[in-house]
T-cell receptor
Framework: SQTIHQWPATLVQPVGSPLSLECTVE??????LYWYRQAAGRGLQLLFY??????ISSEVPQNLSASRPQDRQFILSSKKLLLSDSGFYLC??????????FGPGTRLTVT | GEDVEQSLFLSVREGDSSVINCTYT??????LYWYKQEPGAGLQLLTY?????DMKQDQRLTVLLNKKDKHLSLRIADTQTGDSAIYFC??????????FGRGTSLIVHP
């Protein structure tokens, strides 16, 4: 069966520091991968999605970036965090246009 | 662009039925989903329905789709305290990217 992992689960970082969040999927190949942010208002904001290695689409311009160095690995990064980057970051995968499956999330607090 | 609307809160008594409603604007929606999010956790897919269906039942869950009115509902029978969570409605047409509602907080009280 397929599983999706995210780490770390919780992160507290100062403003201006770098960020690296990792997401990996097991039990499937060539998944579509997604990064979402969920702020205090609870809605999901799509940040990036990828349909293959090295293929990243950005939905919202900001100081975050994403990379997909391997088929089942998706990384969310920032060179300098802002206070507004605080939130709950969710990774998800899907097979083409099928339903999405979400990871457990990373709670990021920027201080 | 596409939009999905949900009420923000629903409060029910334990043992009653809960009905969470959702409306969407995309007339080309092919798949409609319900997700559940418990505190501090990711979203869990509860059920989904294809646009050529009117109803889908899965144990205590019943999904009704009115495609003419672009209205989707999730009914939870015999609601329990463990059903307290945020429920997200989502729709997808032919693209990879679904559109999510803002979520409905279901509060179950004794």
């Amino acid at each position: 069966s397929q599983t999706i992992h995210q780490w770390p689960a919780t992160l507290v970082q100062p403003v201006g520091s770098p960020l690296s969040l990792e997401c990996t999927v097991e039990g499937t190949s060539n998944p579509n991968l997604y990064w979402y942010r969920q702020a205090a208002g609870r809605g999901l904001q799509l940040l990036f999605y990828s349909v293959g290695i090295g293929q990243i689409s950005s939905e919202v311009p900001q100081n975050l970036s994403a990379s997909r160095p391997q088929d089942r690995q998706f990384i969310l990064s920032s060179k300098k965090l802002l206070l507004s980057d605080s939130g709950f970051y969710l990774c998800a995968w899907s097979k083409q246009v099928d339903e999405q499956y979400f990871g457990p999330g990373t709670r990021l607090t920027v201080t | 662009g596409e939009d999905v609307e949900q009420s923000l809160f629903l409060s029910v008594r334990e043992g009653d039925s809960s009905v969470i409603n959702c409306t969407y604007t995309d007339s080309s929606s092919t798949y409609l989903y319900w997700y559940k999010q418990e505190p501090g956790a990711g979203l869990q897919l509860l059920t989904y329905i294809f646009s050529n269906m009117d109803m889908k039942q899965d144990q205590r869950l019943t999904v009704l789709l009115n495609k003419k009115d672009k209205h989707l509902s999730l009914r939870i029978a015999d609601t329990q305290t463990g059903d307290s969570a945020i429920y997200f409605c989502a729709e997808r047409g032919g693209s990879y990217i679904p559109t999510f509602g803002r979520g409905t907080s279901l509060i179950v009280h004794p």
